[in-house]
């Protein structure tokens, strides 16, 4: 009887521990934010976005409709530059029209702070990451 009360221990803490638990959460519910650029990773190796003022930084915003606005502090005395496209989602991809360049990314992780999206670019893998905090 023993043996049996272990073994049932011991197959609900399998059941309970399931692959779910290791996954990186994604809610598309939290996308439409700004989303700051924080760094890029690409063969392992981070670096970190050095694009930004000390007036302000570069973001993503995507809104209500599709509409994504990208804002480059460029200069501390100039409005920033932005400029409008578009994005769609399907699954865990994320399809954006910016200037007329069509880019699908993968989305490994989002949630109300942090977002980590996949790219391939001429065959490499880029994992862009960004976050809402400034």
Same mark, same amino acid.
């Given at each position: /009887? +023993? +043996?049996?009360?272990?073994?049932?221990?011991?197959? $609900?803490?399998?059941?309970?521990?399931?692959?779910?638990?290791? +996954?990186?959460?994604?809610?598309?519910?939290?996308?439409?934010?700004?989303?700051? &650029? =924080?760094?890029?990773?690409?063969?392992?190796?981070?670096?970190? &976005?050095?694009?930004?003022?000390?007036?302000?930084?570069? !973001?993503?915003?995507?809104? $209500?409709?599709? =509409?994504?606005?990208?804002?480059?502090? !460029?200069?501390?005395?100039?409005?920033?530059? *932005?400029?409008?496209?578009? &994005?769609?989602?399907?699954?865990?991809?994320?399809?954006?029209?910016?200037?007329? =360049?069509? /880019?699908?990314?993968? *989305?490994?992780?989002?949630?109300?702070?942090? /977002?980590?999206?996949? $790219? =391939?670019?001429?065959?490499?893998?880029?994992? &862009?990451? !960004?976050?809402?905090?400034?």
């Amino acid at each position: /009887m +023993k +043996k049996l009360l272990a073994i049932a221990i011991l197959l $609900a803490g399998l059941v309970s521990c399931s692959d779910d638990d290791n +996954k990186e959460d994604i809610n598309f519910d939290n996308l439409q934010k700004r989303w700051y &650029y =924080v760094s890029s990773i690409v063969g392992g190796r981070t670096t970190p &976005y050095v694009g930004n003022e000390t007036c302000g930084k570069d !973001y993503l915003e995507f809104q $209500a409709a599709g =509409v994504l606005r990208f804002v480059d502090v !460029y200069d501390c005395q100039a409005d920033p530059r *932005v400029t409008l496209g578009t &994005y769609t989602t399907v699954d865990k991809n994320i399809t954006t029209i910016l200037n007329g =360049v069509t /880019m699908t990314y993968t *989305v490994i992780k989002l949630n109300n702070k942090d /977002m980590r999206i996949d $790219a =391939v670019a001429n065959g490499t893998k880029i994992t &862009y990451v !960004y976050t809402t905090a400034p």
